[in-house]
């Protein structure tokens, strides 16, 4: 019983039936216009006079309907007292398309809806709360007959008369509820995003999240790697600045090299996430291009760590071009930061295998031993280093194997289809 009277107590039923009936007091200007047809045709039925004066209003209403504003301003008014929920047209519309036949009557229909139903109740609730105040006592004669089955009864004065104006009352709050429902059921359906546009919003997110990952994966490549050599770098210079300058000096030179190229790599991603829809073909053009003819550069910067690194190739690197040379070449930094930083101080090996068919990579590090000194015991880690690169592997159809190799090595190899993905 008392989940029953829940609604006629929520302040959201009367915000909403206030809408309804806002609805129709504004439909009233048209109907002035469609009044007159039936004024210059006299002669006429009254039936045939009253229908194509609601023929002529309706039309009018639709007509309304059809401007963009009216739509935002039904989405605006629906969200604040139907409290529905319904995203902004201009973020439901696909980009660079106009709605279809079905999608620009969706308005219109609502639009008549709401102002039938607004009639609706305005006249239901209005004669109800009439009789509500009426009824009590007598006043203008008021009085209120009943007919059921056969069996009738009037209601003319006394205790009877204040039970029916409650009565009344509370049917008044129920005709409330009803009008209140019956848009917030309408609004998604009409006012809300229609199929294509929820698949359009679909494949926008999908989109924003990609984007998100792969900057997300460009940061954790680039900014962690930098971050793990230059810490190990500091270290080690502070440990020789007093016994040998000359190499403390060259490891606060390539802290300055990493710096400046993890500055690059920061200064792009900001940029994307800042630029607007005109300026993404400047920013895609200044982004910086790290493809596998960088090898030798990042690996003379983890050399600075201390490292004791290891380049082995086969093929011709440089012809792998495009998008599979820069995953290529993050892959390897990504293999080389977690040998730096849990490896155990040993030599690191790297092979890079260019075949006509397929581009093999592998990082192997020892595992086991106690770090060197001057290098810090542990770094933190966030564990989406393997996974990012699992997924990189993956959208590029590649093979992915990360695991121990023998009881004191750690081995990271790739395996990538130049066919499919050059």
Known sequence: MIKALRPLLRRSTYTGALFAYAA???SLPLLSFALLPALAWRSAPEGVLF??????????????????????VLVLAARRLLHVVLPAPSAARPPGTSPGAGQRWRTPLWLLLHVTVGWT????SGLLLFLAVALPGGWLRAELAL????????VTGGWQSWGAALGCLLLAAVVCVLVTRALRWSAPRLLGPSTAERLALAAERERRLAERNRLAHELHDSIGHTLTTTTIQAAVAGELMSTDPVAARA??????????????????????????????????????????A???????????????????????????RGTLSRAAYRIVQEGLTNAVRHGSGGPITVRVAAGPDALELAVVNETGAAP??????????SGHGLPGLAERVRLLHGEIDAGPDGPRHWRLAVRLPVRLSA
Do not use: C
């Open 294 to 320: 960088d090898l030798p550069e990042l690996l003379e910067r983890v050399r600075h760590t201390g490292a004791v690194v290891e380049w082995e190739r086969s093929g011709d690197p440089a012809r792998v």
């Open 372 to 381: 060197r000194t001057g290098r810090p015991r542990a770094f933190p880690t």
């Open 251 to 292: 490891a606060l030179r390539s802290i300055e090299e990493s710096a400046r190229a993890a500055l690059e790599d920061l200064d792009y991603v900001l940029g994307v996430l800042r630029e607007r829809e005109a300026e993404k073909a400047e920013a895609a053009a200044a982004a910086p291009i790290r493809t596998l």
């Open 121 to 124: 109740g305005a006249l239901a």
């Open 51 to 72: 229908g194509v004066v609601l023929v002529v209003w309706a039309v009018l209403i639709a007509l309304v309907g059809l401007a963009r504003t009216t739509r935002r």
């Open 24 to 26: 129709a007091l504004a």
């Open 147 to 154: 007919s059921l089955f056969g069996r009738s009864a009037r």
